[in-house]
């Protein structure tokens, strides 16, 4: 057993309400939908008693579990409650799962990004689990008059092997409730793990396949009205006059007016970007009556000046963020990228000498990568309820960032950081989009506009056209191979717009001895944010692709040529801060060479491979390609996973699924495309997103076994799939891929 | 603004709009029947996808005024409890990740395997291509509708 203190947050393990008679939900029982459904659960408690912030348990044994994060899709949902659960040691078919609310007082961190939901949720829901077993333990004990020390628990019961007592969980929770949290905890071995590391079904599953309202946009409310934004059609405009007569006179319409988004002079946080902060809004009965009234809108623009201001960054620090003037144009942004990618940069990490050992190479290869600007694109496009009286604002929806976000509705509502409730609906996909939640913010401001419950709801033109979009990278290297065809020395020069897509400690940075990593960056006014796996979405595949090509070059098998330059990161690093470890990352590689067959081809099989670290995680892939009537058809796709400890390997294997779906599919079709400022794609007709009969038709992922603590999954599938998907379609056609998507052009099945 | 009478999942239900207001929006804003989802209005993703008269049919451009007598069946009404071996197949494959394309997915499905029982995989893709889902769960989607068909 490990003991540990449960400092952590200890405000956690404080109850949130006194208790008070039988039925008791807390509040937090129609949060597990947007509807109250509890007569699904066939014997609900007559009483619950609340022993942390974390779990209840009612008198009969059924323990319920918040859990703290947004739901996006990632599976926390189900995830998170198993390890609280695993710890208090009861039977998962008497647990039942509730969305929590924003409280900063009880959770930490309840954000969806960076795949870091259960690497930093880890120890905090073991504790909750731990404490309150300990505290249904110290209650039979001080009952039985036996010492804790004798007391077990077996899925839910509590046992004193030398009396014989025994005791549910219900029947000790009353007395647990009053118990004081202890000081310290024993965690269970993870060899003694009974519900993490087992298949378990998505908590919200009946629901999803019945069809019942769990979104924000099913969100509904007596008395709402349902508003709509107009914003201007470019970046680089902004909102001059507005005509809403016309629309105004339409029928089921309520009002029509403009609003900004935050006050003037109000110092942003870094998830308020949004391109366009004043906007034409439509309030209206129904949403098609106010899609159609948005028709009738007349709106001028006039261009935005050259703007410049302090933002506050992740973590508190302060940044200038410049925001040009003018209308930006993709053909523009590909030839300003290459003529950056052709001359020095700034550089981040140089190792040995590298101008020496290009100039003495026997081999020099050099390739230049890209990829354009991408849109979320979630399923459910960006909405939020808002119901906004004088001294309270009730927020309710979809977004990443609910912690942060609270602060920017206080600032603009007047109101202080407790007057703000927001409670989170299950989310319609996030992929970074709903970590910038200005969305939140203009319902509110509607909502307190109208003085009534509103909902707003971007339509999906809105909510393409209106993006915090992956930016456009590109990316040079140049490789040096001696006359053994040895890789003597490695460069790199990564930039974008608006930023640099380089991680300069990461692999291969530790495997040569002469190593250089140089970025730059263009500054735009097209806003852009975190996308699944930021910045390795792109230059995971990039550098990978390239590794192919020099692989090649050297004679190697791409996998043994991996394997000899981890072999020497791992015996005798080059340089400081390399940000991965040799071993686990050469461990992936070792398993998917062995799971995928790679030394065993198949005839008509063109296969690729590459692997890469981020978000704490490695992941090596093979894609199998076969040329099917001249085009290249995705037969199977394989990968090996480290990710420490995997909690729940079903959602794991799903997780990781959509992650490679993902990635291919960004990779080959889709694009964001501006011209005068303005994107090119703003539905589904034109953005080319990755369809049935596009995916991989198999996918095979093989999770490491170790006892690591875990780390992030919901990004690292993703990226490096793009470089085994290059290097599959080299073999297949005989062409290298550089730019993305690589099959542009290919038309859109509707 | 006009009056239609419309069967919905059996039911008979009398709406008051104008008559260009598409199914999707009757069902969502008037009917409180919100499993029936909103992704592109365009036709082109099939989050919206209903059965008319037992057909798959997407709801967003399908005007109201053009239903007349047949019947709508919505994700709500494809079996009262989620029993549908559609449902139960998704269910078994724990398919959804965000989950909000998946009662587009399983009411296309679930029309596929009315049509014809025992789709081979090019049919499977064929009918399903038009339903996007963002999260990538198309490989379960596959697997779910090959147990639903064997089942
Ligand atoms: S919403 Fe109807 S097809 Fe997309
Ligand atoms: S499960 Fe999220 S879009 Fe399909």
Redesign the interface.
């Known amino acids: 057993m490990t003991l540990i203190k449960t400092t952590y947050n200890r405000r956690s393990f404080l109850k949130t309400t006194t208790l008070a008679g039988g039925g008791m939900m807390l509040g937090f029982s129609w949060l597990a939908s947007c509807n109250p459904t509890p007569e699904e659960v066939l014997s609900m408690p007559e009483e619950w008693f609340e022993i942390n912030g974390f779990l209840k348990i009612g008198e009969n044994g059924l323990v319920t579990i918040m859990s703290p994060n947004p739901e996006i899709g990632q599976n926390v949902k189900t995830s998170m409650p198993m390890i609280v659960a695993e710890e208090l040691d009861v039977n998962w078919d008497n647990v039942i799962v509730e969305q929590a609310p924003l409280n900063t007082d009880i959770f930490t961190r309840q954000l969806a990004g960076g795949s870091q939901s259960i690497r930093q949720g880890w120890q905090a829901l073991r504790m909750a689990g731990a404490s309150a077993r300990r505290m249904l333990m110290e209650a039979a004990a001080q009952a039985w008059q036996v010492p804790v020390g004798e007391i077990t628990t077996e899925a839910g019961v509590l046992h004193h092997k030398n009396s014989g007592k025994s005791a549910g969980y219900g029947e000790m929770a009353s007395a647990a409730a009053s118990i004081p949290v202890p000081e310290e905890v024993q965690l269970k071995e993870v060899r003694d793990f009974k519900i993490i590391g087992t298949p378990r079904r998505n908590v919200d599953g009946l629901k999803i396949v019945t069809g019942q309202p769990l979104f924000g946009l099913d969100y509904r409310r007596e008395g709402m009205l349902i508003a709509m934004i107009a914003h201007p059609p470019a970046f680089g405009l902004k909102l001059k006059l507005v005509d809403g007569s016309a629309a105004k006179a339409m029928p089921g319409i309520r009002d029509v007016f403009t609003i900004k988004t935050y006050d003037e002079g109000y110092e942003k946080q870094w998830c308020d970007t949004s391109a366009f902060t004043e906007l034409a809004v439509v309030v209206g009965n129904t949403t098609w009556e106010v899609m159609n009234a948005k028709k009738a809108l007349r709106l001028e623009w006039e261009p935005i000046p050259e703007i410049s201001e302090d933002v506050t960054q992740f973590g508190g620090n302060k940044k200038d963020i410049k925001t040009p003037a003018g209308l930006e144009d993709s053909n523009t942004h590909a030839a300003k990228m290459a003529e950056m990618g052709a001359k020095a940069a700034k550089a981040v990490r140089k190792d040995g000498d590298p101008e020496a050992a290009f100039r003495n190479a026997a081999k020099v290869i050099e390739r230049s990568y890209s990829a354009p600007f991408l849109a979320h694109n979630c399923m459910e496009p960006m909405n939020f309820f808002a119901h906004v009286t004088a001294d309270k604002a009730e927020l309710v929806g979809p977004v990443q960032t609910p912690e942060f976000m609270e602060k920017s509705a206080a600032a603009r509502l007047g109101l202080p950081l407790e007057k703000i409730d927001i409670q989170m609906t299950r989310q319609g996909g996030g992929f970074g989009r709903r970590l910038y939640g200005h969305f939140l913010v203009e319902a509110a401001v509607i909502s307190q506009k109208m003085n009534a419950p509103v909902k707003l709801v971007y339509s999906r033109e809105d909510d393409m056209t209106f993006g915090a979009y992956r930016p456009a990278y590109h990316a040079t290297y140049r490789a040096a191979l001696d006359a053994d065809n040895r890789l003597i020395a490695f460069h790199v020069r990564a930039g974008g717009i608006p930023e640099s897509p380089l991680a300069a400690n990461r692999f291969p940075a530790g495997a040569v001895d002469n190593y250089l990593a140089e970025e730059w960056s263009l500054d735009s006014n097209i806003t852009v944010g975190a996308f699944r796996a930021p910045r390795s979405n792109f230059i995971a595949g990039a550098e990978q692709s390239f590794l192919d090509e020099v692989a090649e070059a050297a004679g190697k098998d791409p996998i043994a040529f991996r394997l000899e330059l981890l072999e020497r990161a791992r015996t005798n690093p080059v340089g400081e801060n390399n940000d991965y470890e040799a071993a686990r990352y050469a461990g992936v590689l070792e398993l998917l060479r062995e799971k995928s067959g790679w030394e065993q081809p198949q005839p008509g099989v063109h296969r690729g491979v590459a692997a890469y670290f981020c978000h704490n995680s490695y992941v090596a892939q093979v894609v199998d390609i076969a040329m099917e009537n001249g085009s290249p058809v995705i037969r199977k796709v394989h990968a090996a996973v480290d990710c420490g400890i995997v909690v729940n390997p079903l959602a794991a294997a799903n997780l990781s699924e959509g992650g490679i779906v993902d990635g291919i599919g960004h990779a080959l079709y889709s694009a964001l495309a501006f011209r005068e400022g303005a994107p090119e794609q703003n539905n589904f007709d034109k953005y080319h997103l990755i369809r049935h009969n596009e995916a991989p038709k198999a996918i095979e992922v093989h999770f490491v076994k170790n006892e690591i603590d875990p780390t992030g999954l919901g990004e690292p599938l993703n990226p490096p799939v793009v470089g085994a998907l290059a290097n599959a379609l080299y073999r297949a056609t005989g062409k290298r891929f550089y730019e993305q998507p690589f099959l542009a052009g290919k038309p859109v099945l509707g | 603004?006009a009056i239609f009478n419309l069967t919905i999942n059996g039911k008979k239900q009398q709406v008051d709009?104008?008559p260009?207001?598409?199914v999707l929006?009757v069902l969502?804003?008037?009917l409180?029947?919100?499993?029936?989802?909103?992704?592109?209005?365009?036709?082109?993703?099939g989050?919206c996808t209903i059965h008319l008269e037992g057909v798959a049919m997407r709801s967003c451009m399908l005007p109201v005024s053009l239903v007349g007598n047949q019947s709508i069946t919505?994700?709500?009404g494809?079996?009262e409890?989620?029993s549908h071996p559609v449902?139960q197949a998704?269910?078994e494959h724990?398919?959804?990740?965000?989950?909000?394309?998946?009662?587009g997915q399983?009411m296309n499905a679930a029309a596929l395997l009315k049509a014809n029982p025992n789709p081979s995989?090019a049919e499977?893709?064929?009918a399903?291509?038009?339903?996007?889902?963002?999260?990538?769960?198309?490989?379960?989607?596959?697997a779910a509708i090959k147990t639903a068909a064997a089942g």
Do not use: F
């Open positions: 603004m709009v104008d260009s207001t598409p929006w969502r804003d008037h409180n029947l919100a499993g029936t989802k909103y992704g592109c209005g365009i036709a082109q993703c989050a919505t994700i709500e494809l079996s409890d989620g449902q998704w269910l724990d398919v959804a990740q965000c989950g909000y394309c998946q009662a399983i995989d499977i893709e064929a399903m291509s038009g339903n996007i889902c963002r999260c990538g769960t198309y490989t379960r989607i596959r």
